[in-house]
């Protein structure tokens, strides 16, 4: 009697549970937003205990997610016709980075740091930050990057240009902390550092919020008053 009741049950869920994500949309299985990637969890999760708990009947399966995709509907209505209801349950992107230069103040924000943006953006195929003109943290937590037009994709054929070497960046200082391995990596010195950053105007590495070396196009340097004065910026 068990695997019968258990049996129809699941067969119920299943179809349930198909109808209501055809339903919703595509929203919900893409997890555009925190909201959405919540309620597909609660939904699942309600599917999932009644299907393991004795006392609860067919109907409880049928009216506890049919309910939650009712208020998800009306979620999804109010934020089409209401632009504040929409931001609040949507929320809205963040500006990374603004203009070529990191937005600190954002950073914190969204309790990211350096380290987090650098994985992200090389996971988006931008392995150096002086390559982004602007960068956006959607509300799903993915990137949007704009790059600088020199940084733009194009091919060596478009040109008729020849091959040349490719080189990966490295960060030298991160949030004013020296890092001496990848200093020591690219076979340089400390002292060499800091003449670099003389050069750019910088006279104290822990100024410094992020210095990148590559090969071919020397070091990128943005400095902590650049980085906050962009996230001051905006605050306006």
Known sequence: MKFAFLTLELIVGFFLLFLLIKFL???????????TFIAAIVLGELLGNA????????????????????????VEIGSQKILKLRLYFEGKPSVLIKNGVINRVQLKKNRMNINQLQSLLRQSETFSIREVAYCYLEANGSLSLIKKTAYQKTTQEDFNLPSKAVYVPVSLIRDGQLLRDELQEIGQSEQWLKLQLLEQGVE???NVFLAEWLEDDGLFVQTFDQVNGVGEEAAY
């Open 204 to 206: 104290d590495y822990h």
């Open 51 to 74: 299907l393991y708990d004795e006392k609860i009947g067919v109907g409880y399966v049928v009216y506890s997610m049919s309910l939650w995709a009712f208020l998800l509907f009306a």
């Open 25 to 35: 949309g595509k929203k919900l299985i893409n997890q555009i937003t925190p909201f």
